[in-house]
């Protein structure tokens, strides 16, 4: 049940507010800070879903998420 509050609130209101400033606040930006954005974003969700990077320029960050993850789900109970 606490993971799905969880997931619910990052997928919601975290992850948007990495997303979308750039648009929302006539930021001019460089495309690859977009992409950084992006990627920012990608990685809060899959480390909160729980889940492993299948793009291989990504998966030395599956540690990573299995590290924070296990945090996350101690911090939750």
């Known amino acids: ?8 609130i ?8 990495i997303l979308v ?8 930006i460089r495309e690859h800070a977009t992409r950084t954005f992006t ?3 990608k990685v809060v969700q899959t480390t909160v879903n729980g889940v ?3 793009e291989p ?7 990573f998420v299995r590290n924070t993850n296990g ?5 939750m109970h």
């Open 39 to 41: 990627l920012v974003g």
């Open 57 to 63: 320029f990504l998966k030395p960050l599956n540690e």
């Open 10 to 17: 990052f997928l919601r209101f975290v992850c948007p507010a």
């Open 71 to 75: 945090r996350i789900n101690e911090f």
């Open 21 to 28: 400033p750039p648009a929302k606040m006539n930021l001019v």
């Open 52 to 54: 492993e990077f299948k």
């Open 1 to 8: 049940p606490l993971s799905g509050v969880r997931n619910f």
